[in-house]
Structure formats: structure tokens, C-alpha cells
């Protein structure tokens, strides 16, 4: 990091990329769609702000708590929340939020370290920093307030903790960055990714099932690991206050120092990283021309789906291949049944707090099947999103947009079923099998509701369609239209069921209910078709705004 | 006389106040290899985004062999093939997939999607990464890939906006051929390159596009005449001393005929000085 200098030079560089970055956003107001974005982002601003104020009275208070009743080790405790929430929140965000790729600035005859500079700077208030520095903000004050000789030494540790986690945090970016760059690694990334995210819904049932009887082994287990704790960046932080509220000095300064260090070789890792993107780094993906056995191969023919004509199969055909190539988007549709493993993992119905499946298994069926109908409206409501340019073949072939919304719906529709059938042997093995009423009301039910999504899904795809890869790990947010859209169709579909299963309760018949969404599912039907007969003219009236979204790079 | 395989009648394309396209009048016959050339920014793809569907004109019509492209889309679309400049590929297939969903796209039975694909794997020397996807070929092996796809159908009308673009040299030869002899089969072929070079031996007949409007069309030969003939008059005014259109004895190069057409004639040494 040698001849970090702020030259006229690079001050006019960093002046540019600040400008261009304000004229991006200013552009992008020019859109109704930008402009709903920007109101969408102030909602979120708003909820981030509120987080982060009343995280940091939160923490402001137990840290004052902590220090004023002398249980100043208990820092730690909050220490490392804020530490998890700052690395973890990042990763877990990228999944849904677009991320500027600065590297592409390397083209420009930057030095090492602007490039470096630019690096650490762009995007770093993101809002797990901003939240993250505002709770520390608040811990600082907080220890201020019950020690105010030592609320400078306390300062200057959380500093360094913050410099600590911004350091890490962009870190990890750069690393995850370097293997999202090839399409193989990005995949493993994503398996992995969420691999992990199932995992971590496991760690409240197991807890609760863990607490529930006295397990010596982990009450051993904990207390051996815990005094590593404190050889972490988190543990460093609260020590170095806490032996200073002590009064001994060196091991704080020693704790002081060991975090800064950390901080140090964090540096030291991104600044390879960096360098090696600085170089530049061939990540090219394009596979060579290899020799092989001349002669023709047999090409396997497309599929035959009897009633469905040719175009209609081949959409069907090619939306089954996109989904099996798209490990993130099989991973979710293993959720329903995962969700179903976490109830039955969970507290059952002979403890007081079991959760409200174990008190009614009939309800298993019914939430297994909603939430594989949740986790589909993703494909549904931007259905358009993974054909990025080949959403133009659409529009030059003989194929009208009724037959490719319906191959799309038959696709989804597909999956849907195969969801329900798994949902419903799952719960048969971890409750018992739903009956045959509760099963008539599901499967109805089920009906109605993916005719209301396919139906405004439809329309959606077309008015709001967002590029997306499915074979990506971040970047995969719908429009934010489509988004606050698609929870007002939820909120109606759910209204309308809890509506139909009081009736049904009321009469105390749970097939009423069936009866009744087979009505409503009627009712959608007409609206679907009606859709569907319309999809042409508002697919080529909207053909401009969608290929420029789609088609864009 | 022969329906043309493209007309166009006063065709218009507005974004807001810009006028990309005004009153373009093309006609170009059945069995033609058409070039349309322009500068950049002269309207050329958005016509050719009007000619293929996927931008919406503003005023004026099309007729695609006889049939108005607004009333019968479909029926249109049947019988024309293009590589738009995006080139309309679907990443996450292989090249095997890709071609047999755009056969069955275009009405061809399972059995003749697959055979059809196997050949032009085959031809595109695309077969030999039968598991790869479209994703992962390089730029050259998408570009054989959407010409393969635009053809499989059997096109009576081909439309390519820039179809050699980043295609080596072997693979570029083929495809010249396999388009000569969809010619010689009586398809039409409408094309945009800036390469031309290439327009220049590949087609027979050629409309300028400047600004927006068509300043020229016909075929290579009534072009270099209408040139010459203007450059003719211009000279009978001038003062002696001043240079001719060409050598005696040599014909105009399309790249001189488009630049007196389109008056591209700025000298970089008189202007940027500062570029040393």
C-alpha cells in the first residue's frame, strides 16, 4: 500500500466516479420503473433506520447494564451479534441486491491504490455497515455513559472493530466475486450458499430440542470452547474494554493490539486479492474447439407431450432444462419439505410453547402445499426473467404469446404438482396422511391460488420483467414492482382462504371449503383465460420496454 | 411481376421527438442478396428490428412476400429466419437443445427438428461440444449457432444484422457459401454489416440508409453509376485542377461510393490536433 497519496490526479478520478455514479442514479429516475424503485429503496430506508436506531438504544443499554453492574465480560455477548450480522447480512443480501462490478473501472489508468481505495470505498455503506456502525455507536455511548473515563479506550477499540469487520466484509466480497466470475464456481457457490441456509434453519429446532433435557456433554463441550472465544476479533474487543474497566492495562493493550492485527492480515488478504484483479486475471469461460471422433452424433429428439401442441412442448421442454440446470432454483424447491422436517424437529405438542403444527398435524398438508405455491410465484411473476435475449426469439417466431405463457403455466403448473405429491407423502412420514377432506380442500385450494398467480403473473412478466440468471448466486431480485405486487396477491389469496376455511369450520365440514375453492378456482379460470387471450397484444404493445430490459447486458 | 419479398411504404419510427427512420421505401426482390449499409446511428437496425417484429413502426407498412407483417404475423414469421444483433440464444441449453426448440418453435415435426439439428451442428462445426452450453461458447460459436438457428426452418427470407462479427475466417467462408446457395434456391437475403468488403462481394443489390432516410438503393452497378454521374456534373462546374471521382480505367469501391453517398470525408488531420 506503499504511496498512498491523494494526487490532483486521483482526486479527479475519484471526483469522476462519484459523478457518474450520482448521473446513474438521476438517469435512473427517468422511468416510471426507476422512479418506483427509488420509493421502494426509501421504505427500506426507512426499516433499516428504524433497525439500526433501535439496535443501538438496545445496545447502548445492555452495554451500560454490563458495564455499571460489573458483568463487563458479558460484552462479548453483544459483540458478537454485530459481528455475524455484519459479515453474514452482506452474503445473504447479494442473493437479492445488484452489485456495481467496480473492476470493470480497470480499463482506466488507475494506480494500485485508487484501485484499491475505489475498492474498499464502493458500496461500503451498504446497510450492514451503516447498521453495524451505528450499533457500535451505540455500545461506545453506552460504556461511555457508565465509565466516562473510559469511553475514549472504548472508542478506539470498537474503531478498530468496525475497521476490523469493513476490512473483512469487503474481503470476503472480493474473494466471493473472484469465484462468482466463472458460471461452474458461481454454481458450487450457490449450492453451498444455500446448503447453508437450510442448515441454519435447523439451529432453532435442534436448540429448542437441546434445552429441553440436560445434555452434560454440551454443557462440557461449551464451557471448553468457550475461553476461545475470546481469541476472536469480537472476544478481543469486549476483553480490551473489559480488563481496562479492571484496571490492567498491558492485557488490554495486548487484546488492543491482537485486533488489530487481525485487521492487519484481513488487509493483507484483500490487498492479494486485489492485486491479482489489478494484474488482470483470466476467468474466460468460453470452452476451445477440442478434437474429437468425427461422425454423426445421435441428437435426441424433443419431447412428445400428447394433447400439446409442438411450440407449447418445446417451451414445456426448455423450461424443465433450465430449472434442472439451476442448482439455487432445485435447492427451493426442496424447502417445503425441509420447512415440514423443521416443525416436526421442533417442540411437540405435550410442551406448552410445541408449535402449531404439532398441535394441529392436519394443518401440515395445507402450510407444506402453500409455501411449495410460495416458493414457485419466484418463477411465475417474472417468468420471462431467465430468457434474457432469447425473449427476441419470442418475438421473431411464429409463435404467439398465449402458447408460450401456456407452455411457461403448464411447466410451472408441473412443478407444482410434483411439490404437492412430495408435500404430501412428507407429511403422510412425519405427521400422519392428510385425510381425504383436508386433502380435496388443499388441492382445490391449491388450484385457486396458482390460477390467481399464474393470471397476475402473467401480466406481470409482461408490464415488469427483470433480467435474472438462474444459474447465479446474487442479482436474482424481481422488480421492486413486482415484489410489493405480487404480496398484495398473496394477501388477497390468503385473505379469501381464511375466509373460506371459517365457513367451513363454521358448518364444521372441511369439504365445504373444497367446494368453495373449487368455485373461486372457477372464477379465476375465466380470469386466466381471459389474460391469456390478451397476453398477444399487450406482449407486442409492451415489445420496446421488454426487450430493452431483457436484452440489455 | 413478381411480388418483392420485402416492401416497405413510407415507414416511420419515432422514440419520443427523434425520428431514428422516416419514409423509408425499400423493395427488394425475390432471390436478392440485399445489403443495407449506413453509417452508425443511421436507422439501420431499428429498420431491421421493424422488418423482423421486434419493434413496433410508427406509421407505414410492411409486406414480407405479399403479407403485411401487422395484419399476419404469424404467417410472416413462419417464413422468414434472422439473427438479430442480440442473437436470441437461450444460454442455458446446449447447442443440440437450443436448435431442436427452435425447429419445434418454428412447426417442424420432432423427427425433422432432429435430423435438421444434427446437420447443422455439423456444418457449424458445433458438434463437437454436444454437452456444452450455449453459455460457455465463445462469441464465433454463438454466432454460427443463431445464423444455424435462423436457417432450420428453411427461410424464404433471411434476415442477418452483422453475421460475421467476431466468425473466423474457415467458418466465415462456409457460412458465405451455405448463404450463396440459399440464393441460388431463390431465398431472399436481407443483410446489414459495416464490413464492406464483404457486402460488396456477397450482394447483388444495396440500399444506403443516412439520418434516417434512404439516400440510395439498387443494385451495385446503378449505384457506382449514379456516383459517377453526379461526380461527373460536379466536376463540368469545377475549377481544373481538382480531382476526379476514381482513376481512369478503375471502378469506385463501395466503400468510396457509400462515402460519397453519405459525404463521410472529415480529415483527422485538421481536427484533434491534440491527439499528436
Redesign the interface.
Known amino acids: 500500500m506503499a504511496g498512498l497519496s491523494f494526487s490532483p490526479y486521483m482526486r479527479g478520478q475519484f471526483a469522476a466516479i462519484a459523478r457518474v455514479r450520482w448521473q446513474l442514479f438521476v438517469n435512473g429516475l427517468r422511468t416510471i420503473r426507476g422512479r418506483l424503485e427509488v420509493v421502494a429503496r426509501g421504505f427500506m430506508f426507512l426499516a433499516f433506520g428504524v433497525a439500526g436506531l433501535g439496535g443501538s438504544l438496545a445496545l447502548g443499554f445492555a452495554a451500560w447494564f454490563f458495564v455499571s453492574h460489573e458483568k463487563v465480560e458479558w460484552l462479548a455477548i453483544l459483540l458478537w451479534p454485530v459481528f455475524l450480522f455484519w459479515q453474514l447480512f452482506p452474503v445473504m443480501a447479494s442473493a437479492l441486491t445488484e452489485n456495481v462490478d467496480s473492476s470493470n473501472l480497470l480499463r482506466f489508468p488507475l494506480s494500485f491504490p485508487s484501485y484499491f481505495l475505489i475498492r474498499l470505498v464502493y458500496g461500503a455503506l451498504d446497510p450492514s455497515t451503516a447498521l453495524g456502525c451505528l450499533w457500535l455507536l451505540g455500545l461506545a455511548i453506552g460504556i461511555g455513559v457508565a465509565q466516562p473515563g473510559l469511553f475514549l479506550w472504548a472508542a478506539l477499540v470498537l474503531i478498530a472493530f468496525a475497521i476490523f469487520n469493513i476490512l473483512l466484509a469487503r474481503m470476503i466480497f472480493a474473494w466471493v466475486e473472484r469465484w462468482l466470475a466463472q ?1 461452474r464456481t458461481r454454481e458450487i457457490i450457490g449450492v453451498v450458499f444455500f446448503i447453508f441456509i437450510i442448515c441454519f434453519q435447523f439451529i432453532g429446532p435442534l436448540m429448542s430440542r437441546i434445552g429441553r433435557h440436560r445434555h452434560p456433554e454440551v454443557s462440557r463441550i461449551t464451557t471448553q470452547v468457550l475461553p476461545y472465544e475470546r481469541v476472536f476479533p469480537p472476544g478481543l474487543a469486549a476483553e480490551a474494554i473489559a480488563r481496562a474497566i479492571h484496571g490492567a492495562f498491558t492485557p488490554a493493550l495486548a487484546a488492543f493490539a491482537l485486533e488489530c492485527a487481525y485487521a492487519l492480515a484481513i488487509l493483507w488478504l484483500l490487498n492479494v486479492r486485489l492485486r491479482a484483479q489489478y494484474q488482470g486475471e483470466n476467468l474466460s ?3 476451445a ?4 471422433p468425427k461422425g ?7 419431447w ?1 407431450v400428447s394433447g400439446v401442441p ?2 407449447v ?3 414445456l ?2 423450461e424443465f ?2 430449472l434442472s ?2 442448482g439455487p432454483m432445485l435447492f427451493t424447491f426442496v424447502m417445503p419439505v425441509v420447512i415440514l422436517l423443521i416443525f416436526r424437529l421442533g417442540p411437540q405438542a405435550s410442551a406448552k410453547q410445541g408449535n402449531f403444527l404439532a398441535h394441529a398435524p392436519d394443518l401440515a398438508f395445507p402450510v407444506g402445499s402453500a409455501y411449495a405455491l410460495l416458493i414457485l410465484t419466484n418463477l411465475v411473476y417474472n417468468c420471462f426473467g ?8 419470442f ?6 404469446f398465449r402458447e408460450i405463457l401456456l407452455g411457461k403455466n403448464l411447466a410451472h403448473a408441473l412443478v407444482l404438482a410434483c411439490e404437492v405429491v412430495v408435500v404430501w407423502i412428507a407429511v403422510g412420514f412425519m405427521f400422519h396422511p392428510p385425510a381425504a377432506d383436508v386433502t380435496f380442500a388443499t388441492v382445490t385450494g391449491v388450484a385457486f391460488a396458482l390460477l390467481l398467480n399464474l393470471t397476475a403473473g402473467n401480466l406481470l412478466s409482461i408490464y415488469t420483467p427483470k433480467k435474472i440468471d ?2 447465479a448466486f446474487g442479482k436474482q431480485r424481481a422488480s421492486t414492482t413486482t415484489v410489493f405486487a405480487s404480496l398484495g396477491i398473496q394477501a388477497a389469496v390468503f385473505g379469501l382462504a381464511a375466509v373460506t376455511l371459517l365457513i367451513a369450520r363454521a358448518f364444521g365440514e372441511v369439504w365445504i371449503a373444497g367446494v368453495i375453492f373449487l368455485i373461486l378456482a372457477g372464477l379465476a379460470s375465466i380470469g386466466y383465460i381471459l389474460v391469456l387471450n390478451r397476453a398477444d397484444s399487450i406482449a ?2 409492451r ?2 420496454a421488454i ?1 430493452a430490459e431483457l ?1 440489455r447486458a | 411481376m413478381d411480388v418483392p419479398a420485402i416492401a416497405t411504404q413510407a415507414l416511420t419510427r419515432r422514440f419520443g421527438d427523434f425520428v431514428a427512420v422516416q419514409d423509408v421505401n425499400l423493395s427488394v426482390s425475390p432471390g436478392q442478396f440485399f445489403g443495407f449499409l449506413g453509417p452508425n446511428g443511421a436507422g439501420k437496425s431499428t429498420t431491421i428490428k421493424m422488418l ?5 413502426a410508427s406509421s407505414g407498412c410492411i409486406q414480407l412476400l405479399g403479407l403485411d407483417l401487422a395484419k399476419n ?6 417464413q ?1 429466419g ?1 439473427v ?1 444483433e ?8 446446449t447447442g ?2 437450443y436448435l ?12 425433422t ?3 435438421r ?2 446437420e447443422l ?2 456444418f457449424m ?1 458445433l ?4 454437452k ?2 450455449v ?5 464465433g ?1 454463438q454466432k454460427k449457432l443463431a445464423l444455424a ?1 435462423a436457417v432450420i426452418h428453411g427461410p424464404r427470407i433471411l434476415f442477418l444484422d452483422e453475421p460475421f462479427e467476431g466468425v473466423d475466417a474457415i467458418a466465415s467462408g462456409t457460412l458465405k457459401a451455405m448463404l450463396q446457395r440459399m440464393i441460388a434456391r431463390g431465398a431472399t437475403i436481407f443483410l446489414t454489416s459495416h464490413v464492406l468488403e464483404i457486402v460488396e462481394r456477397l450482394c447483388s443489390h444495396l440500399a444506403i440508409i443516412h439520418k434516417g432516410r434512404l439516400v440510395a438503393q439498387g443494385s451495385l452497378e446503378e449505384l457506382r453509376a449514379g456516383v459517377e454521374a453526379q461526380a461527373a456534373a460536379a466536376m463540368a462546374g469545377a475549377s481544373p485542377g481538382e480531382s476526379s471521382v476514381s482513376a481512369p480505367g478503375e471502378k469506385l469501391t463501395l466503400e468510396e461510393i457509400f462515402l460519397r453517398i453519405v459525404g463521410g470525408t472529415r480529415h483527422a488531420d485538421q481536427e484533434l490536433s491534440w491527439l499528436g
Open positions: 458460471r469461460e468460453a470452452v474447439r477440442t478434437s474429437s454423426k452424433r445421435a441428437i435426441r429428439l424433443g412428445n409442438g411450440p412442448a418445446a417451451i421442454e426448455k432444462h433450465y440446470r439451476s431467465a430468457d434474457a435475449v432469447g425473449m427476441q426469439l418475438y421473431v417466431s411464429p409463435v404467439t438462474y444459474g407486442l404493445n415489445r420496446d426487450l436484452c | 423482423t417484429g421486434l419493434l413496433a404475423p404469424v404467417e410472416v414469421k413462419r422468414i434472422v438479430p442480440g442473437m436470441a440464444l437461450f444460454g442455458r441449453l443440440a437443445e431442436n426448440f427452435v425447429g419445434r418453435m418454428y412447426g417442424l415435426d420432432r423427427e427438428a432432429g435430423k439439428t444434427a451442428l455439423d462445426q458438434a463437437e461440444q454436444p456444452t452450453l453459455t460457455d461458447y465463445s462469441h460459436m438457428a
